[in-house]
C-alpha cells in the first residue's frame, strides 16, 4: 500500500485572492482617507484581502451610519508565538482598525508581514466603501457585469499606488533626528551601506519597519576574490566577457551591463572587506558547488560564496548571521538603528524639484523626521506582496501567488517624490521550484540548481518538458500545466545510479550516497518529526504537499491522484528512452535518463512560487535614483532589489547570487564609501 503524508508548505506563494464582500447600497456615511485622498463610503458590508505569512488573509467590515466595525479577520493561518496569530484571535487588530477608524493601524511588534496584510485589506475594503476599488470610470461595462478595457485607458489609467498621499501634517511630527546619512531598510544592502559609511567617518542612521536586521538568502556572488584566488578560480576579462555576453543574450539585452561589469570589476573587493568583518564573528566563507552541465547552456558560475559558522556548516545557511555580525559591528563603531520604525514620506525640497533631505516615520504611534545632510538611501526591498504593483510591473509573476516579504514601500514613496520606474518592463521575477526544497534536485553531481534529473510528469501523469533546466526557469511550463503542478517521480535504484552526489561547497568532500538514500527515505517515514530540522535543503519536503511512497507503479499513481493508465503509458515511454540513451519527447542528455523501475516508487507533488520581485526604481551605476529624463534625484539613492534594470526576461540563476553579492553586497559597499566621502 501507499504511505501518504500532507506537508505544510514553506515561503509558499499565497493562494487565489478571497471574495470580495457585497456592498448593500445606502446613504453615503464616513469620509475618510483612501490612497491619500479624501474619500466618503457608503454603508454596507465590504470584504478586502491582505497576503500574511501563512497565505490571504480576509477582513471583513460593516459600516453603518458613519462607524467602522470589524466582522471577520479570518482565515488565521499566520505563524503562533510572533504576535499576528495571537493578535488576530484575541481581536487586538480589530481594536486597532475601529479605534483608527481607518486602516492606519500601529499593529504589532515583530508582526510585520501579519500587520501590512492587515492594514492591505482593510485598505482594499475601504476602497470598495468609497467605490475606487470596483473599476470606477477606467473601463467600460457591458451591462452583463463585465468590464472592457481598451488601449487608452490601459495605458492612461492611474492604480491607486501611483496616487500620493497628502503630506504628514507638520504638526504631529514630535520630534527630529538628525544625521548626515539616512538608510531606510536593514537587509543586507541597507546594512552593509551604513557599515560601509561609518567606517569612512559618516555619522549614518538606519531606520526599518521590522524588529531586527533581516537578510534572506545565502548566495553572495563575487568575481576574483582571496577566496576564488585560493580555488583557482578567478576569471580574466577575456574569459568573462563572452559568459556575460551569452547572460546577457539570453536576457535579451533588456538589462543595464555597465552595472553587471561594476560588479565584475568591484565585488571582489567588497566581498574580502565582508570577510574580513564576519570572521572575527566565527563566519568564514565557502564556494558553493554549482551546476556546470559539462560547459553547456544551463552552465553557472561558481561564484556564490556562501556563509557557514561553527555551529551551522550547511552553505547557504548563515546569512541571518551574517548580518547581525554586520549590525553589532556598525553599532560598535556609531551607527544608530531604529528598528519597529516605518517610513512613510520622502521629504523633498521645492515642491519635488530640489534635495531629498530626510523622511518622515512613524515609531510608535508617533512620527518622526529624520533628516540626512548627505544622502537619503532606500533599501527597502521588493514589490511583491503588493498584488497591484506585481500586476503592473511584473505580471507574469500573479499566477505564482505573492511571494517575497516586501510591499513596494520605498518604491512608492520615492514615486510620489518624482523618481522614475526603471527603463525595461515587465520587471524580472525571482523563481523557484524544485530546488533546495527536495532533496533529490541539490547534490546531483551535474544537476544543483536544475530542476528534477528523474521523471516530471503533470496532474494527467503526462511528462511535459525536459527535466534538465535550471529551476529559475522551469516555474513557466510547470505553472501552465494542470493545476499549475508537477510530480517528481523516482525509484529505489535512483539514488545508487545518481552517484557520486556532490558536497555543497567547492573543495568539499561528496556527500554519501547512502546517508542521502538514508535522508531520502526518512521524508516518506511518517513517524519522523519535521517540527524542526537542521538541515538547510529541507528534507522535510516542505514545499510538498504530499509525499507517496509505493510497492507498485499503480500504487504511487494512485496515492498522487494521477490518472492510472496515462501514468503507466508514460513510465513505460520514459523507460524505453533510459534505455536506449535516447529521448525522442524531450531529448533529455542521457546522464540524466535512469529508468523508474525497481520498487518502492517515490513521488512529490511541487509547485514553484515567487521568491521576489527584481529591480525597482530607475537608478544610474552610482546609485542615484532617477526622474524619467535618467537625471539623478540629488540625495536620494537605491541598493538592492531597488536597483532597476539589473535583470531581464527572468532571474535565471546562471550567475547565482548576483542580486544579493552585487545589488546587495557590492552595491552597498561602494555607496556607503563614495556617498561618505562626497563623491557621489
Given at each position: 500500500m501507499g504511505t501518504q503524508m500532507n506537508r505544510r508548505s514553506f515561503i509558499k506563494a499565497?493562494?487565489?485572492?478571497?471574495?470580495?464582500?457585497?456592498?448593500?447600497?445606502?446613504?453615503?456615511?464616513?469620509?475618510?482617507?483612501?490612497g491619500g485622498k479624501k474619500a466618503v463610503y457608503e454603508d454596507g458590508t465590504y470584504t478586502g484581502t491582505g497576503s500574511g505569512m501563512g497565505g490571504d488573509i480576509?477582513?471583513?467590515?460593516?459600516?453603518?451610519?458613519?462607524?467602522?466595525?470589524?466582522?471577520?479577520?479570518?482565515?488565521?493561518?499566520?505563524?503562533?508565538?510572533?504576535?499576528?496569530?495571537?493578535?488576530?484571535?484575541?481581536?487586538?487588530?480589530a481594536k486597532q482598525i475601529e479605534d483608527a477608524q481607518s486602516a492606519d493601524i500601529d499593529g504589532v511588534s515583530g508582526a510585520t508581514i501579519t500587520t501590512k496584510a492587515i492594514k492591505n485589506a482593510v485598505t482594499s475594503a475601504l476602497k470598495q466603501a468609497s467605490g475606487a476599488g470596483t473599476g470606477g470610470s477606467a473601463a467600460a461595462d457591458t451591462g452583463s457585469g463585465t468590464l472592457v478595457l481598451d488601449a487608452d485607458t490601459f495605458a492612461n489609467a492611474k492604480w491607486s499606488f501611483e496616487i500620493a498621499p497628502d503630506p504628514v501634517d507638520?504638526?504631529?511630527?514630535?520630534?527630529?533626528?538628525?544625521?548626515?546619512?539616512?538608510?531606510?531598510?536593514?537587509?543586507?544592502?541597507?546594512v552593509v551601506t551604513a557599515t560601509s559609511a561609518v567606517e569612512e567617518g559618516a555619522d549614518v542612521v538606519v531606520i526599518a519597519d521590522s524588529s531586527g536586521p533581516v537578510s534572506r538568502g545565502g548566495s553572495n556572488a563575487a568575481f576574483n576574490t582571496r577566496l576564488t584566488e585560493e580555488l583557482g578560480m578567478n576569471y580574466t576579462r577575456e574569459e568573462i566577457e563572452p559568459i556575460f555576453q551569452s547572460i546577457f543574450a539570453a536576457n535579451s539585452f533588456r538589462l543595464d551591463q555597465q552595472k553587471w561589469w561594476l560588479i565584475y570589476e568591484k565585488s571582489g573587493e567588497a566581498m574580502n572587506w565582508l570577510m574580513d568583518k564576519l570572521e572575527p564573528y566565527g563566519i568564514t566563507t565557502v564556494i558553493e558547488?554549482?551546476?556546470?552541465?559539462?560547459?553547456?547552456?544551463?552552465a553557472t558560475l561558481n561564484v556564490s560564496h556562501s556563509f557557514v559558522t561553527k555551529d551551522n556548516q550547511?552553505?547557504?545557511?548563515?546569512?541571518?548571521?551574517?548580518?547581525?555580525?554586520?549590525?553589532?559591528?556598525?553599532?560598535?563603531?556609531?551607527?544608530?538603528?531604529?528598528?519597529?520604525?516605518?517610513?512613510?514620506?520622502?521629504?523633498?525640497e521645492g515642491d519635488k524639484s530640489g534635495r531629498v533631505t530626510g523622511c518622515v516615520a512613524k515609531q510608535d504611534g508617533a512620527y518622526v523626521r529624520f533628516n540626512a545632510s548627505k544622502g537619503v538611501v532606500l533599501a527597502t526591498g521588493d514589490f511583491s506582496r503588493d498584488r497591484d504593483m506585481v500586476a503592473k510591473y511584473c505580471p507574469m509573476a500573479l499566477p505564482f501567488g505573492n511571494g517575497g516579504v516586501y510591499?513596494?514601500?520605498?518604491?512608492?514613496?520615492?514615486?510620489?517624490?518624482?523618481?522614475?520606474?526603471?527603463?525595461?518592463?515587465?520587471?524580472?521575477?525571482?523563481?523557484?521550484?524544485?530546488?533546495?526544497?527536495?532533496?533529490?534536485?541539490?547534490?546531483?553531481?551535474?544537476?544543483?540548481?536544475?530542476?528534477?534529473?528523474?521523471?516530471?510528469?503533470?496532474?494527467?501523469?503526462?511528462?511535459?518538458?525536459?527535466?534538465?533546466?535550471?529551476?529559475?526557469?522551469?516555474?513557466?511550463?510547470?505553472r501552465v500545466q494542470p493545476d499549475g503542478c508537477a510530480y517528481l517521480i523516482w525509484d529505489d535504484d535512483w539514488v545508487f545510479a545518481s552517484a557520486p552526489w556532490q558536497g555543497d561547497?567547492?573543495?568539499?568532500?561528496?556527500?554519501?550516497?547512502?546517508?542521502?538514500?538514508?535522508?531520502?527515505?526518512?521524508?516518506?517515514?511518517?513517524?519522523?518529526?519535521?517540527?524542526?530540522?537542521?538541515?538547510?535543503?529541507?528534507?522535510?519536503?516542505?514545499?510538498?504537499?504530499?509525499?507517496?511512497?509505493?510497492?507498485?507503479?499503480?500504487?504511487?499513481?494512485?496515492?498522487?491522484?494521477?490518472?492510472?493508465?496515462?501514468?503507466?503509458?508514460?513510465?513505460?515511454?520514459?523507460?524505453?528512452?533510459c534505455e536506449t540513451g535516447e529521448d525522442d519527447e524531450f531529448h533529455k542528455d542521457k546522464r540524466f535518463l535512469l529508468s523508474v523501475k525497481k520498487p518502492p516508487f517515490y513521488g512529490i507533488k511541487n509547485e514553484p512560487y515567487t521568491l521576489c520581485i527584481t529591480g525597482g526604481l530607475n537608478t544610474d551605476i552610482q546609485m542615484h535614483v532617477c526622474d524619467e529624463n535618467s537625471d539623478p534625484i540629488p540625495g536620494l539613492y537605491g541598493v538592492g532589489t531597488v536597483v532597476g534594470d539589473m535583470f531581464g526576461d527572468i532571474y535565471d540563476y546562471r550567475c547565482p547570487g548576483i542580486n544579493l553579492g552585487g545589488c546587495c553586497d557590492t552595491f552597498g559597499y561602494l555607496l556607503g564609501k563614495k556617498l561618505a566621502s562626497g563623491e557621489w
Open positions: 499565497a493562494g487565489a485572492m478571497g471574495a470580495m464582500g457585497a456592498a448593500a447600497v445606502a446613504a453615503p456615511a464616513l469620509a475618510n482617507e483612501v480576509n477582513v471583513t467590515i460593516t459600516i453603518t451610519d458613519g462607524t467602522i466595525a470589524v466582522s471577520d479577520i479570518s482565515p488565521n493561518k499566520e505563524t503562533k508565538g510572533i504576535g499576528g496569530y495571537e493578535a488576530i484571535e484575541d481581536g487586538t487588530f507638520e504638526a504631529l511630527i514630535e520630534k527630529t533626528v538628525d544625521c548626515e546619512i539616512l538608510v531606510i531598510g536593514a537587509g543586507m544592502s541597507g558547488n554549482n551546476q556546470q552541465d559539462n560547459g553547456g547552456p544551463l550547511a552553505a547557504g545557511a548563515s546569512q541571518q548571521p551574517a548580518i547581525e555580525a554586520l549590525v553589532d559591528e556598525s553599532q560598535k563603531a556609531g551607527v544608530r538603528y531604529f528598528f519597529n520604525t516605518t517610513a512613510v514620506q520622502l521629504d523633498r510591499d513596494g514601500s520605498g518604491l512608492k514613496m520615492a514615486m510620489w517624490i518624482g523618481a522614475a520606474w526603471q527603463k525595461y518592463t515587465p520587471n524580472a521575477p525571482m523563481l523557484a521550484t524544485m530546488g533546495d526544497e527536495v532533496l533529490p534536485c541539490r547534490w546531483w553531481a551535474e544537476g544543483a540548481l536544475t530542476t528534477f534529473p528523474g521523471l516530471l510528469v503533470n496532474k494527467k501523469g503526462i511528462r511535459y518538458t525536459n527535466e534538465n533546466c535550471t529551476y529559475g526557469y522551469s516555474p513557466y511550463p510547470e561547497r567547492v573543495g568539499g568532500p561528496d556527500r554519501d550516497t547512502q546517508t542521502v538514500y538514508d535522508q531520502i527515505a526518512a521524508l516518506f517515514d511518517p513517524n519522523t518529526d519535521w517540527t524542526t530540522t537542521d538541515e538547510y535543503a529541507g528534507f522535510d519536503a516542505s514545499m510538498a504537499e504530499n509525499a507517496v511512497k509505493a510497492d507498485t507503479l499503480e500504487e504511487l499513481a494512485e496515492g498522487l491522484g494521477l490518472p492510472v493508465d496515462a501514468f503507466l503509458a508514460q513510465v513505460e515511454r520514459y523507460n524505453g528512452f
